[in-house]
């Protein structure tokens, strides 16, 4: 398995541009989240989804979509870039039965926005 | 609102000494604590979490941690530290969302520093 895959790993943009951060996982995870992580804030979680149809708002849910139309896939996207969405991106995913609350990392999106 | 502490930004140990990460908790009901490591450029992995039982909980890679429910603590702890430990350590406490989704709130972080 290749677990949880995070593209592009570097990207940088300029206010206002648009773009789209892919996510994907490979272990038929019903559970899929967006966080970002910003120095000395920890993670902060952005938008989540319990399955494919299903998204709800994390804490920092302003200036970012989501959707999820398949199990495997939940892509983020920047609508609007601004200076203060310079993060880095995690995707993770978990299974949705009892105590699997164990999440699954990706090796994150490094994004800047000038 | 469910939320942790650590507040050390950083801890240098030397190799082979013990080692402790500390993480206070504030939350209503009954905790769901965990650790997380992150090495460099990489995502997070899961360490250890507790959930009932037991206040001394084992994990992963020789890593163990303390609840205590008096002093809304759980701090992470390892008998003899490796310099292969330096990362930087995260505490989270998880409450339940919408759809019973776990929702994961995360302390800032500790950056751990082993020498040798």
């Known amino acids: 398995n290749a677990g949880v895959t995070q593209t592009p790993k570097f990207q940088v943009l300029k206010t206002g541009q648009s773009m789209t951060l892919q996510c994907a996982q490979d272990?038929?995870?019903?559970?899929m989240s967006w966080y970002r992580q910003d120095p000395g804030m920890g993670l902060r979680l952005i938008h989540y989804s319990v399955g494919a149809g299903i998204t709800d708002q994390g804490e920092v849910p302003n200036g970012y979509n989501v959707s999820r139309s398949t199990t495997e896939d939940f892509p983020l996207r920047l609508l609007s870039a601004a200076p203060s969405q310079t993060s880095v991106y995690f995707c993770a995913s978990s299974y949705s039965t009892g105590h699997a609350d164990t999440q699954y990392f990706g090796p994150g999106t490094r994004l800047t926005v000038l | 609102a469910q939320s942790v502490a650590q507040p050390e930004d950083q801890v240098n140990v030397a190799e082979g000494n013990p080692l402790t990460v500390k993480c206070t908790y504030s939350?209503?009901?009954?905790?769901?604590l965990f650790w997380y490591v992150q090495y460099p450029n990489r995502g997070l992995q899961f360490l250890l979490k507790y959930i009932t039982g037991d206040n001394l909980v084992k994990g992963s890679y020789g890593f163990e941690a303390e609840f205590n429910k008096s002093q809304t603590s759980f701090h992470l702890k390892k008998p003899s530290a490796l310099v292969s430990d330096s990362a930087l350590y995260f505490c989270?406490?998880?409450?339940?969302?919408?759809?019973?989704?776990?929702?994961?709130?995360f302390g800032s972080g500790t950056k751990l520093n082993v020498k040798p």
């Open positions: 939350v209503s009901g009954n905790p769901y």
């Open positions: 272990m038929n995870h019903e559970y």
């Open positions: 989270a406490v998880r409450d339940l969302g919408s759809y019973n989704f776990n929702k994961f709130y």
